[in-house]
């Protein structure tokens, strides 16, 4: 029978190209600095001549979850895949990281010629970057014509700030665009149990 030669039994299909990067990349969170390395060059060079987006896609997640810089190169350079799946993830993940030098590169996909998908990932993520120059950046969002983008950039100053202006988008414009802002801090845990402490 066809089904029995070694040719039809011996493909690696996507799915399984999928299995086996996200069973690595497990393997090396839990690793070393070295081992987390290495995986990363590994998906880089993987990545250039991959041509089924869903690969393309499950690599920029892997990467997403893995501090080394090559990582946030790679996801950089996902922002001009040609698959949109992969571009939202690489978003994602960028503003994931919350490394505050990913502000510019969030900022060019507000004020390029993205489409709304992109824009909207792009003002996500930026609400995951606690710094001040996020939520300047966020003032794009919020001059769009799109309601869509404006409510977005809103709801992501609302996870930034200490400020609550509702869905006023005009106030919440007046409030990025001055300048003087102040970006809410995480409460540490010592804080927490402080404050709900009766004594």
Excluded: H
């Excluded at 066809?2 to 299909?13: A, F, N």
């Excluded at 060059?41 to 869903?54: C, F, G, V, Y």
């Amino acid at each position: 029978m066809p089904w029995d030669r070694k040719e039809y039994t011996s493909i690696i299909t996507p799915a399984m190209r999928i299995s086996a990067i996200q069973e690595s990349a497990s393997r090396a969170s839990n690793g070393d600095s070295t081992e987390q390395q290495r995986l990363v060059e590994e998906l880089a060079m993987q990545i250039r001549t991959e041509s089924d987006p869903l690969v393309r896609a499950a690599i920029q997640e892997s990467l997403g979850d893995i501090q080394v810089p090559l990582a946030r190169d790679v996801l950089i350079a996902g922002l001009n895949d040609d698959d949109l799946d992969v571009k939202l993830i690489c978003c994602r993940k960028l503003g994931d990281r919350g490394e505050p030098e990913n502000v510019p590169i969030l900022r060019k996909l507000l004020e390029g010629g993205e489409v709304l998908d992109v824009k909207l990932a792009a003002t996500d993520a930026l609400g995951n970057i606690r710094s001040t120059e996020s939520v300047k950046t966020l003032s794009i969002a919020l001059k769009d014509r799109d309601p869509a983008l404006q409510y977005a950039g809103v709801e992501a100053l609302k996870q930034l700030s200490d400020q609550d202006f509702g869905n006023d988008v005009a106030a919440w414009q007046k409030f990025a665009d001055a300048g003087q802002i102040t970006v809410k801090s995480e409460i540490s845990v010592a804080e927490s149990v402080m404050q709900m402490s009766p004594f």
